[in-house]
């Protein structure tokens, strides 16, 4: 039905930057919230950054000035740039998106399948 994938992870030292991008496609009528999220192993999953239709922004207190989530409602895409990075943003890191669907209408949930990002001398 609907698909997500996600980018852009990988390798990077301290205070480094990196983007991540996460498309949606598939049976797409119009798209509420998306945020990104990140889980360490034995860690519960937090939530990093989120944005609604209209834009408002909500971010982890830990990475507030230093990553910043934007979308591109024409491709259906969020984006997590993520600035000055430290040891301890190392993390899988997930893409969520709040959907509704096409007829038949229904919301839907959607996670992506998790990009890791590893920050490290």
């Known amino acids: 039905q609907v698909q997500l994938v996600e980018s852009g992870g990988g390798l990077v030292q301290p205070g480094g930057s990196l983007r991540l991008s996460c498309a949606a496609s598939?049976?797409?009528?119009?798209?509420?919230?998306m945020g990104w999220y990140r889980q360490t192993p034995g860690k519960q999953r937090e939530l990093v950054a989120t944005i609604t239709s209209g834009g408002s922004t909500k971010y982890a207190d830990s990475v507030k000035g230093r990553f910043t989530i934007s979308r591109e409602n024409a491709k259906n895409t969020v984006y997590l740039q993520m600035n000055s990075l430290k040891p301890e943003d190392t993390a899988v890191y997930y893409c969520n998106v709040n959907i509704v669907t096409t007829a038949p209408y229904s919301f839907l949930e959607v996670w992506g399948q998790g990009t890791l990002v590893t920050v490290s001398s």
């Open positions: 598939g049976s797409i009528f119009s798209i509420n919230t």
